[in-house]
């Protein structure tokens, strides 16, 4: 895939410098390249990725307790809970598992996401490639 194309949709979004992680994932489908390739441009030309749809970044300014949406009281089925800490290895988990795990159960992606954090449970890697090298 041209990283040409991947850029001119990324920049046709009308935040300057900014991209929300749906449009993000949105640009892959469309184009049918990976998410990663995506959020690989979006970081070679500058673009700052926001709103993560498990709740982790992207809510406000970085540092304040608004950056994130998790933290907040959920209430998650038992059997979901156990689905993530087992699919956990060495306290991290794939944003791409926690997708599976909240689209066949049937709730949030945000739920998961404020779940993996409650139980102090990483999620990394990021389908779109924030936090490489973190």
């Not at 184009?31 to 990663?36: A, F, G, I």
């Not at 690989?40 to 970085?62: E, N, P, S, W």
């Not at 994130?68 to 998650?76: F, N, S």
Request: hydrophobic share 35%.
């Amino acid at each position: 895939m041209d990283t040409k194309k991947i850029e001119e949709m990324i920049r046709t979004y009308p935040e300057k410098d900014k991209l929300p992680c749906p449009v993000a994932h949105f640009i892959a489908a469309s184009l049918n390249v990976t998410p990663e390739a995506v959020g690989d441009v979006a970081t070679a030309i500058k673009v700052k990725l926001y709103q993560c749809q498990l709740g982790l970044f992207g809510y406000g300014r970085k540092g304040v307790s608004e950056y994130k949406i998790v933290g907040r009281p959920v209430e998650i089925p038992g059997e979901v809970l156990d689905r993530i800490k087992s699919a956990s290895k060495g306290g991290r988990i794939p944003c791409r598992e926690l997708w599976d795990i909240a689209d066949s159960a049937g709730i949030l992606r945000s739920e998961v996401g404020n779940a993996a954090d409650s139980l102090g449970i990483r999620v990394t890697p990021c389908q779109l490639g924030a936090f490489k090298g973190k």
